[in-house]
C-alpha cells in the first residue's frame, strides 16, 4: 500500500552490503585462510642433491663400495645393473647432501616466498633415493638423525613454513633387516609383514616386480600398527619431532581403506597436518581418505597444452570437469607440479621459453598449491631418470638467473593475492582464448586469467560473469610489461589482447583515485 512507503523510508539504511550470495559463504573464505595446507607453495627438496655438506671429508666413510661419492659438479647418467644388488649404479652414486646442509640453504626457499619445505625420504635405505628404506624409524646416516629433523623443522617453523617429508609405506628395501629375517626363516615373526611365493621373481611380491623394493602386506595389522595406527609408529612420531605433513609414495597402490586409516591417524596425532597422495588415478573418489592428492593428470594438460599438442577447448573442457568433480577445497590442498624427481625438468620438456613461463602462469594460478622442485627456479635442465635428480645449481641463483626473478614474482603475486591463494574458480567465456576467474566474497579479491598458447596474438572480447564487477572498472595487468594499452570491463565485456605464448593476469582497480569509486557499496 501506497500509505506504507513512508515507514520503510523513516528506517536508517543499513551499512551491511553483503548480498545473500555473501550471506552463504560467510566464513568459507576465512577458513580457508586459517588451513595452511590450501593454497600453499610447496619446495620440494632431494636432501642428497640438495646442497652440499659443509664437512664431506668426514662423512666419506658413510658411502662403502659399490656406493660412490661424486664431485658437486658432476651430473648424474644412465648407469648398469648391478645384479648381486638388484638395482641400477646410478642409485648407489651420492653428491653428499644431508639435513644440516639444507637447514644452511633455508634463507633461499624463504627468500623464493615458498610456505613449505618437501624432503624426498629421508629414512634409512640403501640407495641415494631412499625408496628402499630399511628401516623407517631412523634417519639415514649420510643425511642425518632424527634430532637434525627436530632442529630442521624448528627453524622451518621459525620461519613461518612447515614441513612435509616423503613416505613410501608401500614397500621397503630388499636389504632391510626384517626383510632379510622373514626370506629367510618361515617362522619369522615379520614372515607375514611381506608376501612370499614362487611365482613372485625373486621370492617376493615387490612394486612393480622391482626385485630390491618387496612390497608391505598391509592387510596384516602389525604392519598397519607400525606404519601409522600405534602412537610409536612411523607416522606419528615423525609428527611429534615437528614433523607437519607427508607426501605419500605411490599412494593409489595403499589403497582407499588403508589410506583412510592412516589419514585419520595423522589427523589425530596433529590436527591440521597434511597427508597429500601420489596417486595419478582420477581424483574424484579419493577424498577423504587423503587431504590432497598430486596433480597428475594437471601437469601433463598444462604441458600438452603450451607445447601445442592439445587444443584450448578440450583443455578448457577437461580442467572444467577435474574441478568440478574433484572439489574446490580439494583441488586448493592439492599440489600442482610441474616436474619433480621422477619426471624430466620443466626446461626439457617445454624448451621453449615463453611457452614455459606460460605454463607457470597457469600452475600459479590454477586452484592448487604450486609444488616447486628445487633448481626449477633457475631452469635446470634434465631428462629421465637420473639425469633430473642433478645437484643444485648454486652458481645460476648466484649469478640471478632471470628465471629466479620470474619465479619470485609470481610467488609474490599469490601472496599479494587473496584469490589466487584461497578462491573459487569459474571460466571466462572467451571465443579462442584460456580464460578463467579465480574469486571470493570480496570484490577487490578477483583475479581474471586470459591465456593464450598458440603461435600468433589474439584480440577478443570475452564476458566476466561477476556480479561485483563494476562497469567501467579499471583492470590492472599483474605480470605484463609496462605500456600496455588500458583494459576496462564495459557492462560485464572486455576487449583485451594476449601477445602469442603468454598470459594476461587482471586484477580490479576497485579505488581509483579522485575520491569516488562505484565499489563503495559493493564489497
Not at 398 to 421: F, V
Request: some cysteine; proline content about 6%.
Amino acid at each position: 500500500p501506497l500509505q506504507a512507503r513512508p515507514l520503510i523510508l523513516r528506517h536508517a539504511p543499513t551499512m551491511d552490503y553483503a548480498n545473500r550470495f555473501d550471506r552463504e559463504l560467510a566464513g568459507v573464505f576465512e577458513t580457508r585462510e586459517h588451513d595452511w595446507r590450501m593454497g600453499a607453495v610447496v619446495y620440494q627438496v632431494l636432501v642428497d642433491r640438495f646442497a652440499p655438506s659443509a664437512d664431506l671429508a668426514a662423512k666419506r666413510h658413510l658411502y662403502p663400495e659399490p656406493k660412490q661419492l661424486r664431485r658437486w659438479d658432476e651430473t648424474p647418467s644412465q648407469g648398469r645393473y648391478v645384479a648381486s644388488h638388484k638395482l641400477w649404479s646410478h642409485e648407489i652414486e651420492f653428491w653428499g647432501g644431508d639435513l644440516a646442509s639444507t637447514r644452511a640453504r633455508l634463507d633461499h626457499v624463504q627468500r623464493l616466498g615458498a610456505d613449505v619445505l618437501y624432503l624426498n625420504p629421508i629414512c634409512l635405505a640403501f640407495t641415494n633415493h631412499k625408496y628402499d628404506a630399511l628401516d623407517y624409524l631412523q634417519v639415514s646416516p649420510e643425511y642425518g638423525t632424527r634430532d637434525d629433523v627436530k632442529a630442521l623443522a624448528a627453524d622451518v617453523h621459525g620461519r613461518g613454513m612447515k614441513l612435509v617429508l616423503d613416505g613410501v609405506f608401500n614397500h621397503m628395501g630388499r636389504n632391510a633387516p626384517i626383510f632379510r629375517e622373514a626370506e629367510a626363516d618361515p617362522a619369522s615373526p615379520h614372515r607375514d609383514w611381506f608376501v612370499f611365493g614362487p611365482e613372485f621373481a625373486g621370492g617376493a611380491r615387490a612394486w612393480w616386480r622391482a626385485e630390491n623394493l618387496p612390497e608391505l602386506n598391509l592387510e596384516n595389522p602389525a604392519v598397519r600398527e607400525h606404519l601409522y595406527a600405534a602412537h610409536d609408529s612411523v607416522v606419528r612420531s615423525y609428527l611429534r619431532d615437528g614433523v607437519d605433513g607427508w607426501r605419500l609414495d605411490v599412494a593409489f597402490d595403499i589403497g582407499f581403506v588403508f589410506l583412510e586409516q592412516l589419514t585419520r591417524a595423522a589427523h589425530a596425532e596433529k590436527a591440521g597436518s597434511l597427508v597429500v597422495g601420489e596417486i595419478a588415478n582420477y581424483p574424484k573418489e579419493w577424498f577423504p581418505s587423503v587431504d590432497a592428492v598430486m596433480h597428475f593428470a594437471l601437469r601433463r594438460l598444462i604441458i600438452q597444452l603450451v607445447n601445442g599438442q592439445l587444443d584450448i577447448a578440450p583443455f578448457a573442457a577437461m580442467l572444467q570437469r577435474l574441478i568440478d568433480e574433484t572439489g574446490i577445497e580439494n583441488m586448493l590442498r592439492s599440489w600442482i607440479y610441474l616436474e619433480n624427481h621422477d619426471t624430466a625438468r620443466l626446461a626439457t620438456t617445454v624448451p621453449d621459453e615463453k611457452a614455459r613461463r606460460l605454463a607457470q602462469v597457469l600452475q600459479f594460478t590454477l586452484p592448487g598449491a604450486p609444488n616447486l622442485y628445487y633448481g626449477g627456479e633457475v631452469d635446470m635442465t634434465g631428462g629421465d631418470d637420473p639425469e633430473m635428480r642433478a645437484p643444485m645449481r648454486w652458481d645460476l641463483v648466484d649469478a640471478g638467473h632471470p628465471a629466479l626473478a620470474w619465479t619470485q614474482q609470481l610467488i609474490a603475486m599469490r601472496k599479494a593475492h587473496r584469490a589466487l591463494r584461497i578462491g573459487n574458480w569459474r571460466p571466462i567465456s572467451t571465443g579462442r582464448l584460456l580464460g578463467y576467474e579465480r574469486y571470493t566474497d570480496r570484490a577487490r579479491d578477483t583475479v581474471l586469467v586470459l591465456a593464450n598458447p598458440t603461435d600468433a596474438e589474439i584480440s577478443e572480447t570475452v564476458m566476466v560473469a561477476n556480479s561485483k564487477m563494476m562497469d567501467g572498472t579499471r583492470m590492472v595487468d599483474l605480470i605484463g610489461p609496462a605500456g600496455q594499452p588500458e583494459v576496462r570491463l564495459s557492462a560485464t565485456l572486455m576487449q583485451v589482447s594476449v601477445p602469442a605464448r603468454s598470459a594476461r593476469v587482471f586484477s580490479p582497480d576497485v579505488a581509483p583515485p579522485g575520491g569516488y569509486t562505484n565499489y563503495k557499496r559493493v564489497q
